[in-house]
């Protein structure tokens, strides 16, 4: 079992920054790799980044350049920066986590709300 607990979300204006971060716990060493996924009201979650066990980041094409995802494996945490937000980055922000165990298990976070103003 992996536990996610998300931080970080808020209020921002467009233009703005903001920093997300995914503690996990649990049984860390089955884990494959990490990332978030974000809903905006009426749609379907959508994938927005992940990073894997080499620390090597992919993102959905239309974040590249606005969004960083890093990792600080002392603390298990991942981070989400997000760069010059646009209102359409408006939704509720899930933090994942995939495990090998060894069938592939999903983890899943709360989920914070991000809100970007124009």
């Known amino acids: 079992q992996v536990q996610l607990v998300e931080s970080g979300g808020g209020l921002v204006q467009a233009g703005g920054s903001l920093r997300l971060s995914c503690a996990a716990s649990?049984?860390?060493?089955?884990?494959?790799?990490m990332g978030w996924y974000r809903q905006a009201p009426g749609k379907e979650r959508e994938w927005v980044a992940l990073i894997n066990r080499d620390d090597i980041s992919t993102y959905l094409d239309s974040l590249k350049g606005r969004f960083i995802l890093s990792r600080d494996g002392a603390k298990n945490t991942v981070y989400l920066q997000m760069n010059s937000v646009k209102p359409e980055d408006t939704g509720v922000y899930y933090c994942?986590?995939?495990?090998?165990?060894?069938?592939?298990?999903?983890?899943w976070g709360q989920g914070t709300q991000v809100t970007v103003t124009s």
């Open positions: 649990g049984r860390l060493f089955n884990i494959i790799d």
């Open positions: 994942y986590a995939r495990a090998s165990e060894p069938q592939i298990n999903t983890y």
